[in-house]
Protein backbone atom coordinates (compact mmCIF):
# COMPACT_ATOMS: atom_id res chain seq x y z
CA UNK A 1 0.00 0.00 0.00
CA UNK A 2 3.20 2.04 0.94
CA UNK A 3 4.28 1.68 -3.08
CA UNK A 4 0.87 2.95 -4.13
CA UNK A 5 1.03 5.89 -2.24
CA UNK A 6 4.26 7.12 -3.93
CA UNK A 7 3.38 5.21 -6.99
CA UNK A 8 6.02 2.82 -7.12
CA UNK A 9 3.09 0.55 -9.12
CA UNK A 10 5.09 -2.98 -10.32
CA UNK A 11 7.06 -2.86 -6.76
CA UNK A 12 3.13 -2.68 -5.49
CA UNK A 13 2.04 -5.59 -7.41
CA UNK A 14 5.10 -7.93 -6.38
CA UNK A 15 4.29 -7.16 -2.90
CA UNK A 16 0.80 -7.73 -3.02
CA UNK A 17 1.94 -11.01 -4.72
CA UNK A 18 4.28 -11.83 -1.93
CA UNK A 19 1.13 -11.21 0.58
CA UNK A 20 -1.10 -13.22 -1.33
CA UNK A 21 1.04 -16.07 -1.09
CA UNK A 22 1.05 -15.23 2.51
CA UNK A 23 -2.79 -15.10 2.41
CA UNK A 24 -3.10 -17.75 5.20
CA UNK A 25 -1.31 -15.88 7.84
CA UNK A 26 -2.90 -12.74 6.90
CA UNK A 27 -6.35 -11.23 8.79
CA UNK A 28 -7.17 -9.25 5.33
CA UNK A 29 -6.67 -12.35 3.30
CA UNK A 30 -9.81 -12.46 1.37
CA UNK A 31 -11.71 -11.09 -1.92
CA UNK A 32 -10.74 -7.45 -0.47
CA UNK A 33 -7.06 -8.10 -0.55
CA UNK A 34 -7.36 -9.57 -4.12
CA UNK A 35 -8.96 -6.50 -5.40
CA UNK A 36 -6.02 -4.17 -4.12
CA UNK A 37 -3.77 -6.11 -5.70
CA UNK A 38 -5.48 -6.44 -8.70
CA UNK A 39 -5.85 -2.31 -8.90
CA UNK A 40 -2.08 -2.57 -8.44
CA UNK A 41 -1.15 -4.94 -11.13
CA UNK A 42 -3.12 -3.04 -13.24
CA UNK A 43 -1.56 0.02 -12.74
CA UNK A 44 2.35 -1.69 -13.28
CA UNK A 45 0.88 -2.60 -17.04
CA UNK A 46 0.31 -5.87 -15.98
CA UNK A 47 -3.66 -6.56 -16.90
CA UNK A 48 -3.17 -10.17 -17.32
CA UNK A 49 -2.28 -10.65 -13.67
CA UNK A 50 -5.17 -8.20 -13.24
CA UNK A 51 -7.34 -10.66 -14.52
CA UNK A 52 -6.36 -13.41 -12.51
CA UNK A 53 -6.53 -11.58 -9.40
CA UNK A 54 -9.82 -10.10 -9.77
CA UNK A 55 -11.17 -13.54 -10.97
CA UNK A 56 -9.98 -14.56 -7.87
CA UNK A 57 -11.59 -12.10 -5.92
CA UNK A 58 -15.44 -12.38 -7.60
CA UNK A 59 -14.97 -16.33 -7.08
CA UNK A 60 -14.16 -15.90 -3.23
CA UNK A 61 -16.79 -13.64 -3.48
CA UNK A 62 -20.29 -16.09 -3.13
CA UNK A 63 -20.88 -14.63 0.18
CA UNK A 64 -20.78 -10.88 -0.30
CA UNK A 65 -23.22 -8.82 -1.03
CA UNK A 66 -24.62 -8.36 -4.13
CA UNK A 67 -22.95 -4.92 -4.45
CA UNK A 68 -19.93 -5.92 -3.45
CA UNK A 69 -19.77 -8.99 -6.13
CA UNK A 70 -21.36 -6.44 -8.94
CA UNK A 71 -17.82 -3.97 -8.14
CA UNK A 72 -15.91 -7.06 -8.42
CA UNK A 73 -17.28 -7.90 -11.59
CA UNK A 74 -17.16 -4.69 -13.17
CA UNK A 75 -13.52 -4.35 -12.16
CA UNK A 76 -12.76 -7.74 -13.53
CA UNK A 77 -14.46 -6.39 -16.79
CA UNK A 78 -11.89 -3.43 -16.86
CA UNK A 79 -9.11 -5.71 -16.25
CA UNK A 80 -9.97 -8.48 -19.22
CA UNK A 81 -10.52 -5.49 -21.62
CA UNK A 82 -7.40 -4.43 -20.97
CA UNK A 83 -5.89 -7.97 -21.68
CA UNK A 84 -7.58 -7.79 -25.12
CA UNK A 85 -10.95 -10.12 -24.15
CA UNK A 86 -13.45 -7.73 -25.41
CA UNK A 87 -16.60 -10.41 -25.21
CA UNK A 88 -15.46 -11.48 -21.54
CA UNK A 89 -15.02 -7.95 -20.72
CA UNK A 90 -18.54 -7.04 -21.28
CA UNK A 91 -20.32 -10.23 -20.08
CA UNK A 92 -18.35 -9.31 -17.17
CA UNK A 93 -19.72 -5.59 -16.73
CA UNK A 94 -23.21 -7.67 -17.69
CA UNK A 95 -23.27 -9.61 -14.78
CA UNK A 96 -22.36 -6.62 -12.68
CA UNK A 97 -25.32 -4.52 -13.88
CA UNK A 98 -27.83 -7.70 -13.58
CA UNK A 99 -26.95 -8.04 -9.89
CA UNK A 100 -27.44 -4.30 -9.73
CA UNK A 101 -30.78 -4.10 -11.78
CA UNK A 102 -32.27 -6.68 -9.37
CA UNK A 103 -32.06 -4.62 -6.40
CA UNK A 104 -33.60 -1.99 -7.73
CA UNK A 105 -32.42 1.00 -6.13
CA UNK A 106 -30.54 3.54 -7.76
CA UNK A 107 -26.68 4.16 -6.91
CA UNK A 108 -23.47 5.27 -7.37
CA UNK A 109 -21.81 1.73 -8.05
CA UNK A 110 -24.76 0.76 -10.53
CA UNK A 111 -24.36 4.62 -12.63
CA UNK A 112 -20.26 3.71 -12.88
CA UNK A 113 -21.17 0.15 -13.76
CA UNK A 114 -23.55 1.32 -17.07
CA UNK A 115 -20.72 3.61 -17.71
CA UNK A 116 -18.33 1.17 -17.83
CA UNK A 117 -20.84 -0.60 -19.94
CA UNK A 118 -21.66 1.70 -22.46
CA UNK A 119 -18.05 2.30 -23.03
CA UNK A 120 -17.01 -0.98 -23.68
CA UNK A 121 -19.78 -1.77 -25.99
CA UNK A 122 -18.87 1.84 -27.92
CA UNK A 123 -15.27 0.52 -28.36
CA UNK A 124 -16.60 -2.50 -30.23
CA UNK A 125 -19.05 -0.16 -32.12
CA UNK A 126 -22.25 -0.94 -30.80
CA UNK A 127 -23.35 2.82 -30.70
CA UNK A 128 -27.03 2.13 -30.32
CA UNK A 129 -26.46 -0.17 -27.46
CA UNK A 130 -24.50 2.04 -25.70
CA UNK A 131 -26.26 5.09 -25.89
CA UNK A 132 -28.74 4.45 -23.68
CA UNK A 133 -26.61 2.80 -21.34
CA UNK A 134 -24.49 5.99 -21.55
CA UNK A 135 -27.65 8.27 -20.90
CA UNK A 136 -28.96 5.72 -18.12
CA UNK A 137 -25.55 6.41 -16.10
CA UNK A 138 -25.36 10.42 -16.03
CA UNK A 139 -28.59 10.42 -14.94
CA UNK A 140 -27.94 7.50 -12.15
CA UNK A 141 -25.09 9.36 -11.01
CA UNK A 142 -26.44 12.96 -10.92
CA UNK A 143 -29.04 11.21 -9.06
CA UNK A 144 -26.78 10.13 -6.34
CA UNK A 145 -24.11 12.56 -6.60
CA UNK A 146 -21.29 10.35 -8.03
CA UNK A 147 -19.44 13.32 -9.99
CA UNK A 148 -16.47 11.19 -11.08
CA UNK A 149 -19.35 8.44 -12.34
CA UNK A 150 -20.98 11.91 -14.12
CA UNK A 151 -17.80 12.24 -15.70
CA UNK A 152 -17.23 8.75 -17.16
CA UNK A 153 -20.86 8.83 -18.34
CA UNK A 154 -20.14 12.13 -20.32
CA UNK A 155 -17.09 10.90 -21.60
CA UNK A 156 -18.46 8.24 -23.24
CA UNK A 157 -21.74 9.74 -24.40
CA UNK A 158 -19.92 12.81 -25.51
CA UNK A 159 -18.11 10.24 -27.66
CA UNK A 160 -21.18 8.65 -29.36
CA UNK A 161 -22.77 11.70 -29.91
CA UNK A 162 -19.77 12.93 -32.08
CA UNK A 163 -19.46 9.21 -33.87
CA UNK A 164 -23.44 10.05 -34.74
CA UNK A 165 -23.07 13.31 -36.35
CA UNK A 166 -23.62 15.62 -33.35
CA UNK A 167 -19.66 16.74 -33.00
CA UNK A 168 -20.50 19.72 -31.48
CA UNK A 169 -22.41 18.50 -28.91
CA UNK A 170 -20.24 15.64 -27.84
CA UNK A 171 -16.66 18.06 -27.97
CA UNK A 172 -18.98 19.97 -25.29
CA UNK A 173 -19.97 16.72 -23.02
CA UNK A 174 -16.13 15.66 -23.56
CA UNK A 175 -15.05 19.13 -22.09
CA UNK A 176 -17.34 18.92 -19.80
CA UNK A 177 -16.17 15.62 -18.69
CA UNK A 178 -12.49 16.54 -18.31
CA UNK A 179 -13.38 19.58 -16.07
CA UNK A 180 -15.67 17.46 -13.81
CA UNK A 181 -13.11 14.99 -13.72
CA UNK A 182 -10.25 17.28 -13.16
CA UNK A 183 -11.72 19.17 -10.18
CA UNK A 184 -12.86 16.55 -8.07
CA UNK A 185 -8.87 14.95 -8.92
CA UNK A 186 -10.41 11.21 -10.29
CA UNK A 187 -7.17 10.23 -12.37
CA UNK A 188 -8.77 7.86 -14.37
CA UNK A 189 -11.80 9.77 -15.26
CA UNK A 190 -9.80 12.69 -16.14
CA UNK A 191 -7.51 10.43 -18.59
CA UNK A 192 -11.00 9.13 -20.12
CA UNK A 193 -12.12 12.43 -21.32
CA UNK A 194 -8.92 13.54 -22.48
CA UNK A 195 -8.01 10.57 -24.49
CA UNK A 196 -11.69 10.69 -25.87
CA UNK A 197 -11.14 14.28 -26.65
CA UNK A 198 -8.08 13.63 -28.27
CA UNK A 199 -10.12 10.56 -30.50
CA UNK A 200 -12.99 12.21 -31.64
CA UNK A 201 -10.67 15.46 -32.70
CA UNK A 202 -8.26 12.76 -35.27
CA UNK A 203 -11.96 11.27 -35.67
CA UNK A 204 -13.18 14.74 -37.15
CA UNK A 205 -9.80 15.49 -39.13
CA UNK A 206 -8.31 17.92 -36.62
CA UNK A 207 -5.12 16.73 -36.39
CA UNK A 208 -3.71 19.58 -35.35
CA UNK A 209 -6.11 19.98 -31.84
CA UNK A 210 -6.39 16.95 -31.35
CA UNK A 211 -2.06 17.19 -30.96
CA UNK A 212 -2.61 19.94 -28.86
CA UNK A 213 -5.25 18.81 -26.45
CA UNK A 214 -2.78 15.47 -25.95
CA UNK A 215 -0.04 17.76 -25.31
CA UNK A 216 -1.93 20.47 -22.91
CA UNK A 217 -3.68 17.70 -20.80
CA UNK A 218 -0.12 16.32 -19.55
CA UNK A 219 0.61 18.65 -16.67
CA UNK A 220 -3.07 17.75 -15.22
CA UNK A 221 -2.42 14.56 -15.80
CA UNK A 222 0.95 14.42 -13.50
CA UNK A 223 -0.54 16.85 -11.21
CA UNK A 224 -2.89 13.58 -10.21
CA UNK A 225 -0.69 11.22 -10.31
CA UNK A 226 -1.62 9.20 -12.95
CA UNK A 227 0.08 5.90 -14.06
CA UNK A 228 1.79 5.81 -17.44
CA UNK A 229 -0.62 2.49 -18.15
CA UNK A 230 -3.30 4.65 -17.89
CA UNK A 231 -2.52 7.41 -20.01
CA UNK A 232 -1.60 4.84 -23.21
CA UNK A 233 -5.04 5.67 -25.00
CA UNK A 234 -4.09 9.19 -25.25
CA UNK A 235 -1.22 8.66 -26.57
CA UNK A 236 -2.05 5.91 -28.98
CA UNK A 237 -4.89 9.10 -30.37
CA UNK A 238 -2.05 11.20 -30.84
CA UNK A 239 -0.04 8.65 -32.85
CA UNK A 240 -3.01 8.03 -35.05
CA UNK A 241 -3.35 11.46 -35.92
CA UNK A 242 0.64 11.94 -36.94
CA UNK A 243 0.23 8.80 -38.92
CA UNK A 244 -3.06 10.62 -41.08
CA UNK A 245 -1.57 13.55 -41.48
CA UNK A 246 1.37 12.47 -42.53
CA UNK A 247 3.96 13.08 -39.80
CA UNK A 248 5.27 9.91 -39.81
CA UNK A 249 8.68 10.67 -38.76
CA UNK A 250 7.16 12.06 -35.51
CA UNK A 251 4.77 8.96 -35.39
CA UNK A 252 7.57 6.42 -35.39
CA UNK A 253 9.39 8.81 -31.89
CA UNK A 254 5.92 8.05 -30.19
CA UNK A 255 4.82 4.71 -30.72
CA UNK A 256 8.69 3.50 -29.87
CA UNK A 257 8.15 6.00 -26.68
CA UNK A 258 4.72 4.33 -25.76
CA UNK A 259 5.52 0.76 -26.52
CA UNK A 260 8.32 1.08 -24.12
CA UNK A 261 5.64 2.14 -21.75
CA UNK A 262 2.82 -0.10 -22.51
CA UNK A 263 1.36 -3.69 -21.50
CA UNK A 264 -1.99 -3.22 -21.92
CA UNK A 265 -4.04 -3.43 -24.80
CA UNK A 266 -3.31 -0.04 -25.81
CA UNK A 267 0.15 -2.19 -27.01
CA UNK A 268 -1.71 -4.06 -30.43
CA UNK A 269 -2.95 -0.53 -31.50
CA UNK A 270 0.37 1.14 -31.50
CA UNK A 271 1.80 -1.98 -33.21
CA UNK A 272 -1.07 -1.87 -35.79
CA UNK A 273 -0.09 2.11 -36.05
CA UNK A 274 3.75 0.81 -36.56
CA UNK A 275 2.32 -1.51 -39.52
CA UNK A 276 0.32 1.11 -40.85
CA UNK A 277 3.88 2.85 -41.94
CA UNK A 278 5.64 -0.26 -42.78
CA UNK A 279 3.45 -1.20 -45.37
CA UNK A 280 3.56 2.41 -46.67
CA UNK A 281 6.90 2.59 -46.77
CA UNK A 282 7.39 -0.95 -48.12
CA UNK A 283 9.25 -2.43 -45.39
CA UNK A 284 7.82 -6.25 -46.09
CA UNK A 285 9.94 -8.21 -43.14
CA UNK A 286 8.74 -5.61 -40.74
CA UNK A 287 5.17 -5.90 -41.57
CA UNK A 288 5.47 -9.83 -41.62
CA UNK A 289 6.75 -9.34 -38.05
CA UNK A 290 4.03 -7.22 -36.80
CA UNK A 291 1.27 -8.72 -38.76
CA UNK A 292 2.36 -11.91 -37.24
CA UNK A 293 1.75 -10.69 -33.90
CA UNK A 294 -1.10 -8.91 -34.39
CA UNK A 295 -3.16 -12.22 -36.33
CA UNK A 296 -2.76 -13.60 -32.51
CA UNK A 297 -4.68 -10.73 -31.44
CA UNK A 298 -8.52 -11.71 -29.15
CA UNK A 299 -11.62 -11.10 -31.03
CA UNK A 300 -11.59 -7.19 -31.14
CA UNK A 301 -13.51 -6.24 -34.73
CA UNK A 302 -11.97 -2.64 -34.46
CA UNK A 303 -8.48 -4.00 -34.56
CA UNK A 304 -8.93 -6.98 -37.12
CA UNK A 305 -10.75 -4.74 -39.39
CA UNK A 306 -8.19 -2.14 -39.50
CA UNK A 307 -5.61 -5.18 -39.53
CA UNK A 308 -7.30 -6.90 -42.36
CA UNK A 309 -7.44 -3.55 -44.32
CA UNK A 310 -3.80 -3.19 -43.78
CA UNK A 311 -2.41 -6.44 -45.09
CA UNK A 312 -5.12 -5.92 -47.79
CA UNK A 313 -3.58 -3.00 -49.09
CA UNK A 314 -0.06 -5.04 -48.66
CA UNK A 315 -1.25 -7.61 -50.99
CA UNK A 316 -2.47 -5.10 -53.44
CA UNK A 317 0.94 -3.02 -53.37
CA UNK A 318 2.81 -6.44 -54.19
CA UNK A 319 0.33 -7.27 -57.18
CA UNK A 320 -1.18 -10.10 -54.76
CA UNK A 321 -4.61 -9.77 -55.81
CA UNK A 322 -5.93 -13.24 -54.47
CA UNK A 323 -4.20 -12.77 -50.95
CA UNK A 324 -6.14 -9.15 -51.30
CA UNK A 325 -9.05 -10.54 -51.63
CA UNK A 326 -8.97 -12.73 -48.92
CA UNK A 327 -8.24 -10.02 -46.22
CA UNK A 328 -11.11 -7.62 -47.42
CA UNK A 329 -13.69 -10.53 -47.04
CA UNK A 330 -11.84 -11.42 -43.70
CA UNK A 331 -11.82 -7.86 -42.52
CA UNK A 332 -15.91 -7.09 -43.70
CA UNK A 333 -16.26 -10.83 -41.48
CA UNK A 334 -14.56 -9.27 -38.65
CA UNK A 335 -16.66 -6.09 -38.12
CA UNK A 336 -19.51 -8.07 -38.83
CA UNK A 337 -22.41 -6.55 -35.84
CA UNK A 338 -20.14 -3.38 -35.20
CA UNK A 339 -20.57 -0.26 -36.87
CA UNK A 340 -17.40 0.77 -37.17
CA UNK A 341 -17.73 3.04 -40.59
CA UNK A 342 -14.51 4.33 -40.63
CA UNK A 343 -12.64 0.80 -40.95
CA UNK A 344 -15.81 -1.02 -43.23
CA UNK A 345 -15.32 2.02 -45.92
CA UNK A 346 -11.60 1.94 -46.09
CA UNK A 347 -11.87 -2.35 -46.73
CA UNK A 348 -14.27 -1.14 -49.24
CA UNK A 349 -12.35 1.26 -50.80
CA UNK A 350 -9.30 -1.33 -50.82
CA UNK A 351 -12.01 -3.90 -52.26
CA UNK A 352 -13.34 -1.55 -54.55
CA UNK A 353 -9.61 -0.56 -55.76
CA UNK A 354 -8.41 -4.67 -56.08
CA UNK A 355 -12.38 -5.11 -58.35
CA UNK A 356 -10.82 -2.43 -60.78
CA UNK A 357 -7.72 -4.45 -60.82
CA UNK A 358 -8.72 -7.33 -61.52
CA UNK A 359 -11.29 -6.27 -63.98
CA UNK A 360 -8.23 -4.70 -66.26
CA UNK A 361 -6.23 -7.77 -66.18
CA UNK A 362 -6.33 -9.65 -69.54
CA UNK A 363 -8.38 -12.92 -68.87
CA UNK A 364 -5.51 -15.28 -69.04
CA UNK A 365 -3.51 -13.10 -65.83
CA UNK A 366 -6.68 -13.02 -64.60
CA UNK A 367 -6.39 -15.56 -61.06
CA UNK A 368 -9.10 -18.23 -60.45
CA UNK A 369 -8.73 -19.10 -56.84
CA UNK A 370 -9.92 -16.05 -55.38
CA UNK A 371 -11.88 -16.92 -52.22
CA UNK A 372 -15.01 -17.88 -51.82
CA UNK A 373 -17.05 -14.59 -50.95
CA UNK A 374 -15.81 -12.04 -52.98
CA UNK A 375 -17.59 -11.95 -55.87
CA UNK A 376 -21.11 -11.21 -53.20
CA UNK A 377 -18.92 -8.80 -51.39
CA UNK A 378 -17.79 -6.90 -54.26
CA UNK A 379 -21.38 -6.29 -56.02
CA UNK A 380 -22.58 -4.61 -53.05
CA UNK A 381 -19.53 -2.56 -52.62
CA UNK A 382 -21.59 0.80 -53.51
CA UNK A 383 -24.65 -0.27 -51.57
CA UNK A 384 -22.83 -0.49 -48.48
CA UNK A 385 -21.01 3.23 -48.90
CA UNK A 386 -24.14 4.53 -49.51
CA UNK A 387 -25.73 3.17 -46.20
CA UNK A 388 -22.65 4.08 -44.46
CA UNK A 389 -22.48 8.02 -46.15
CA UNK A 390 -26.12 8.18 -44.58
CA UNK A 391 -25.49 7.37 -41.27
CA UNK A 392 -21.87 7.95 -40.94
CA UNK A 393 -20.79 10.41 -43.34
CA UNK A 394 -21.77 14.00 -40.68
CA UNK A 395 -18.35 14.78 -39.79
CA UNK A 396 -15.78 12.64 -40.70
CA UNK A 397 -14.03 13.84 -43.95
CA UNK A 398 -12.17 10.79 -44.24
CA UNK A 399 -15.36 8.46 -44.68
CA UNK A 400 -16.80 11.02 -47.14
CA UNK A 401 -12.87 10.67 -49.00
CA UNK A 402 -13.04 6.77 -48.58
CA UNK A 403 -16.87 6.57 -50.39
CA UNK A 404 -15.26 9.06 -53.22
CA UNK A 405 -12.51 6.78 -53.65
CA UNK A 406 -15.10 3.92 -53.94
CA UNK A 407 -16.89 5.53 -56.79
CA UNK A 408 -13.93 6.29 -58.82
CA UNK A 409 -12.51 2.79 -58.21
CA UNK A 410 -16.28 1.68 -59.65
CA UNK A 411 -15.51 3.96 -62.84
CA UNK A 412 -11.91 2.49 -63.14
CA UNK A 413 -13.37 -0.47 -62.96
CA UNK A 414 -15.71 -0.26 -66.27
CA UNK A 415 -13.33 2.33 -67.81
CA UNK A 416 -14.83 5.45 -67.19
CA UNK A 417 -12.79 7.20 -64.69
CA UNK A 418 -11.21 10.71 -65.95
CA UNK A 419 -8.73 12.77 -64.29
CA UNK A 420 -11.75 14.82 -62.76
CA UNK A 421 -12.65 11.90 -61.02
CA UNK A 422 -9.63 11.51 -59.37
CA UNK A 423 -8.96 14.82 -59.11
CA UNK A 424 -11.72 15.12 -56.88
CA UNK A 425 -10.52 12.35 -54.71
CA UNK A 426 -7.30 13.86 -54.57
CA UNK A 427 -8.88 17.04 -53.53
CA UNK A 428 -11.51 15.11 -50.53
CA UNK A 429 -8.07 13.97 -49.23
CA UNK A 430 -6.11 17.01 -49.25
CA UNK A 431 -9.16 18.19 -47.51
CA UNK A 432 -9.16 15.98 -44.97
CA UNK A 433 -5.29 16.31 -44.72
CA UNK A 434 -3.82 12.74 -45.22
CA UNK A 435 -1.18 13.28 -47.77
CA UNK A 436 -0.76 9.49 -48.50
CA UNK A 437 -4.29 8.92 -49.48
CA UNK A 438 -4.15 11.76 -51.53
CA UNK A 439 -0.69 10.27 -53.36
CA UNK A 440 -2.47 7.26 -54.46
CA UNK A 441 -5.56 9.74 -56.04
CA UNK A 442 -2.89 11.54 -57.70
CA UNK A 443 -1.22 8.80 -59.22
CA UNK A 444 -4.66 7.50 -60.61
CA UNK A 445 -5.48 11.20 -61.87
CA UNK A 446 -2.10 11.37 -63.73
CA UNK A 447 -3.23 7.71 -65.09
CA UNK A 448 -6.30 9.11 -66.33
CA UNK A 449 -4.59 12.15 -67.62
CA UNK A 450 -2.42 10.07 -69.61
CA UNK A 451 -5.13 7.44 -71.14
CA UNK A 452 -7.00 10.95 -72.24
CA UNK A 453 -3.42 12.18 -74.48
CA UNK A 454 -3.75 15.33 -71.63
CA UNK A 455 0.09 14.88 -70.96
CA UNK A 456 0.76 18.16 -69.65
CA UNK A 457 -2.03 17.30 -66.80
CA UNK A 458 -0.49 13.89 -66.61
CA UNK A 459 2.80 15.21 -65.77
CA UNK A 460 1.49 17.73 -63.01
CA UNK A 461 -0.50 14.70 -61.22
CA UNK A 462 2.31 12.44 -61.42
CA UNK A 463 4.56 15.05 -59.66
CA UNK A 464 2.25 16.03 -57.28
CA UNK A 465 2.01 12.17 -56.09
CA UNK A 466 6.05 11.91 -56.26
CA UNK A 467 5.93 14.51 -54.04
CA UNK A 468 4.21 13.37 -51.40
CA UNK A 469 4.93 9.99 -51.70
CA UNK A 470 8.71 11.41 -51.67
CA UNK A 471 8.00 13.22 -48.22
CA UNK A 472 6.49 9.83 -46.70
CA UNK A 473 9.14 7.90 -47.81
CA UNK A 474 6.08 5.41 -49.40
CA UNK A 475 7.88 3.47 -51.49
CA UNK A 476 5.53 1.08 -53.34
CA UNK A 477 3.48 4.33 -54.41
CA UNK A 478 7.06 5.90 -55.66
CA UNK A 479 6.95 2.75 -57.20
CA UNK A 480 4.26 3.02 -59.08
CA UNK A 481 4.10 6.05 -60.55
CA UNK A 482 7.93 5.21 -61.96
CA UNK A 483 6.03 2.65 -63.37
CA UNK A 484 3.62 4.50 -64.85
CA UNK A 485 6.10 7.07 -66.15
CA UNK A 486 7.70 4.49 -67.60
CA UNK A 487 4.20 2.83 -69.30
CA UNK A 488 2.99 6.37 -70.60
CA UNK A 489 6.54 7.28 -71.36
CA UNK A 490 5.74 10.45 -68.91
CA UNK A 491 9.21 11.20 -68.30
CA UNK A 492 10.55 13.34 -70.96
CA UNK A 493 9.84 16.44 -68.77
CA UNK A 494 11.68 17.09 -65.83
CA UNK A 495 8.95 18.78 -63.16
CA UNK A 496 10.71 19.76 -59.86
CA UNK A 497 8.12 18.71 -56.91
CA UNK A 498 8.64 22.24 -54.97
CA UNK A 499 7.38 23.69 -57.64
CA UNK A 500 4.12 25.67 -56.71
CA UNK A 501 2.28 24.05 -59.34
CA UNK A 502 3.29 21.03 -58.19
CA UNK A 503 2.64 21.63 -54.48
CA UNK A 504 -0.94 22.44 -55.50
CA UNK A 505 -1.80 21.47 -58.66
CA UNK A 506 -1.96 24.81 -60.51
CA UNK A 507 -2.22 25.19 -64.17
CA UNK A 508 0.14 27.71 -66.17
CA UNK A 509 -2.52 29.78 -66.33
CA UNK A 510 -3.78 30.31 -62.85
CA UNK A 511 0.28 30.35 -61.81
CA UNK A 512 0.24 33.43 -64.00
CA UNK A 513 -2.64 34.67 -61.97
CA UNK A 514 -1.90 33.90 -58.42
CA UNK A 515 1.36 35.80 -59.52
CA UNK A 516 -0.59 38.84 -60.26
CA UNK A 517 -2.69 38.41 -56.66
CA UNK A 518 0.83 38.65 -55.19
CA UNK A 519 1.37 42.10 -56.27
CA UNK A 520 -2.17 43.02 -55.54
CA UNK A 521 -3.90 43.64 -58.83
CA UNK A 522 -7.61 43.71 -59.29
CA UNK A 523 -9.22 40.94 -61.77
CA UNK A 524 -9.79 43.85 -64.74
CA UNK A 525 -5.61 44.56 -64.11
CA UNK A 526 -4.94 41.07 -64.58
CA UNK A 527 -7.17 40.47 -67.19
CA UNK A 528 -5.57 43.24 -69.17
CA UNK A 529 -2.03 42.20 -68.07
CA UNK A 530 -3.12 37.93 -69.50
CA UNK A 531 -5.09 39.14 -72.65
CA UNK A 532 -8.25 37.14 -71.08
CA UNK A 533 -11.67 38.82 -70.19
CA UNK A 534 -12.87 39.62 -66.38
CA UNK A 535 -15.36 36.66 -66.21
CA UNK A 536 -12.43 34.38 -67.13
CA UNK A 537 -9.50 35.98 -64.39
CA UNK A 538 -12.82 35.39 -61.69
CA UNK A 539 -13.18 31.70 -62.76
CA UNK A 540 -9.29 31.44 -62.00
CA UNK A 541 -9.15 32.89 -58.99
CA UNK A 542 -11.89 31.07 -57.81
CA UNK A 543 -9.96 27.46 -58.57
CA UNK A 544 -7.06 29.04 -56.98
CA UNK A 545 -8.71 29.60 -53.85
CA UNK A 546 -9.99 26.13 -53.62
CA UNK A 547 -6.80 24.35 -54.89
CA UNK A 548 -4.87 26.49 -52.11
CA UNK A 549 -7.78 25.92 -49.72
CA UNK A 550 -7.42 29.40 -48.30
CA UNK A 551 -10.65 31.66 -48.34
CA UNK A 552 -10.10 35.35 -49.77
CA UNK A 553 -7.31 37.16 -52.03
CA UNK A 554 -5.28 37.90 -49.96
CA UNK A 555 -4.55 34.77 -47.87
CA UNK A 556 -4.13 33.44 -51.69
CA UNK A 557 -1.41 36.38 -52.10
CA UNK A 558 0.22 35.08 -48.98
CA UNK A 559 0.90 31.70 -49.84
CA UNK A 560 1.99 32.74 -53.52
CA UNK A 561 4.48 35.48 -51.81
CA UNK A 562 5.94 32.48 -49.44
CA UNK A 563 6.22 30.73 -52.92
CA UNK A 564 8.20 33.15 -54.32
CA UNK A 565 5.84 34.66 -57.11
CA UNK A 566 5.61 37.63 -58.62
CA UNK A 567 4.42 39.18 -61.83
CA UNK A 568 5.70 41.81 -64.07
CA UNK A 569 2.69 44.30 -63.59
CA UNK A 570 2.35 46.93 -66.23
CA UNK A 571 1.38 50.67 -64.79
CA UNK A 572 -1.82 50.62 -62.68
CA UNK A 573 -5.14 52.41 -63.44
CA UNK A 574 -5.17 55.76 -61.66
Not at 290 to 297: G, M
Not at 458 to 486: F, H, I, K, T, Y
Not at 541 to 551: P, Y
Amino acid sequence: RHAVSVRAYPEASRNYGLALELARWLTEAGPDLLEEAARAASWAGDPEQAAIWAADAVAESAAASPADRARRLERLGRYLWETGNPSAAVEATEQALGLLDDAGEASALQARILAALATRRMLMGELETAMPLAVRSVVVARQTNAAAVQAHGLATLGTIKAQRGQLQDGLADLRAAFTLARRIGSAEDTVRAAANHVYILYRAGRFTEALDVARDVKDALNALDAPPSMTSGIGTNAAASLVASGQWTEADLLLDELITESATNFTRYLQLLQLELAVGRGERERAGRLAETLRKSPEDPRLLGALHGCLAEQALNAGDLTAAATEVVDGIAALTGAAIAEEEIRLLAVGARLAADLALLPDPLRPLDVCDGWAPLAASFTERVQVIIAEHGAGQPDVAAFAAWVQAEHARQSGQDSRATWRAVAEAWRLAGWPYREAYARLREAEAASKAGRRDQAVRALAACENLAGRLQAVPLLDQAQDLSRRARLSGRTVKSSEPDVQFDLTDREMEVLAHLVTGDSNRQIARALYISDRTVAVHVSRILDKLGVRNRTEAATVGARLGLLADTPEKDS
